[in-house]
């Protein structure tokens, strides 16, 4: 028998969806925030403090992905 590390792999995959119980516009933020597994107000936050602060290219990947993000 050789002492090889047992890697547990998740039962099912972690999917990027967009989330349908608990969204304020379309769920991208707390799809994103349920996939990496942190709070959903930390996401919301900080996707709008990038926006205002001038990484306007965050509104336009927030509108790609929820028009390319599946529905859970």
Known sequence: MTNE????????????????????LGGVCSGVA????????????LTAVGTVLGVGSLLLVYLILWAVLPQE
């Not at 590390?5 to 304020?24: E, F, I």
């Open 34 to 45: 349920r996939y990496l597994n942190v709070d959903v107000s930390l996401v919301r936050v």
């Open 5 to 24: 590390p047992v890697y547990n792999k998740p039962a099912t995959p972690r999917r990027l969806t967009r989330s349908s119980q608990d969204r304020m």
